[in-house]
């Protein structure tokens, strides 16, 4: 069995298991990477004033390993959202484009980036 399928067979088991305890949030693969989907709380300073859907990069490759800690996380992001106790403050790379870097990073031509939901 080649690994390609054996890691297929891993990351369909973890989006079935996610499906079974009503985490609302499924992993998908994006190249190499994970991401979250689910619906979500808007960013803060977003004009948006209700959760939507949104892709979040999970920061985590996609082998076996990968996957277990991304479902894990689904998990916890799951419960967070259904009890109302997301917040993105937990998650410092999806600052949003509208923060400002500090006034010394500015002046030295330091750009803040921004990575995060689609």
Known sequence: ???DIELAKVFAAANQYLKGVN???ALVRRGEMLYWQGTLPPKP???RDRPYQQNCSSGLPYT???IGRAKKRAVIIGNQVALGEFDWTEYPMY???IE???ESLSAAGVE???VGCA
Do not use: V
Request: aromatic share 0%; proline share 10%.
């Open 112 to 114: 803040s980036n921004s």
């Open 45 to 47: 300073h977003s004009k």
């Open 95 to 97: 600052r949003t484009k």
């Open 1 to 3: 069995m080649s690994s």
């Open 100 to 102: 400002q870097p500090p």
């Open 64 to 66: 076996k390993a990968g």
């Open 23 to 25: 985490a609302k949030i």
